[in-house]
């Protein structure tokens, strides 16, 4: 890729950094939403009572009351973000291998 005048591990550093970004913005909406949801539905509860007859029989309440601790959202993103840069590679070293001609004609 020196012919457009950059080096194959900075084209590397850069699609994966483009992927990161584009992700950190999707993982923001995702988080926002889901913590919105998660918060409305553990207010009101999930009736699970279809299933109360088998819930009973083992003890269990038959509305469940969804929550989130910081830790969750931690680990889901910090697991989100591992996955976005581990997909990313592999694209990233393939578009660094090719030449600048057959990156444009295809």
């Known amino acids: 890729m020196l012919a457009i005048g950059m080096h194959r591990r900075s084209l590397v550093l850069l699609i994966m950094l483009e992927s990161l970004l584009l992700g950190v913005v999707a993982l923001c909406v995702g988080v926002a939403m889901g913590y919105l949801l998660v918060t409305s539905l553990g207010h009101t509860g999930v009736d699970l009572s279809s299933f109360s007859a088998g819930m009973d029989w083992m003890g269990i309440s038959h509305m469940l009351y969804p929550f989130l601790?910081?830790?969750?959202?931690?680990?889901?993103?910090?697991?989100?973000?591992?996955v976005f840069l581990f997909f990313s590679?592999?694209?990233?070293?393939?578009?660094?291998?090719?030449?600048?001609?057959?990156?444009?004609?295809?």
Request: hydrophobic share 45%; net charge positive; proline share 6%.
């Open 69 to 82: 601790t910081p830790k969750d959202i931690v680990w889901s993103t910090l697991c989100t973000i591992l």
């Open 89 to 106: 590679f592999y694209p990233a070293i393939r578009a660094a291998r090719q030449t600048a001609l057959t990156g444009v004609v295809g």
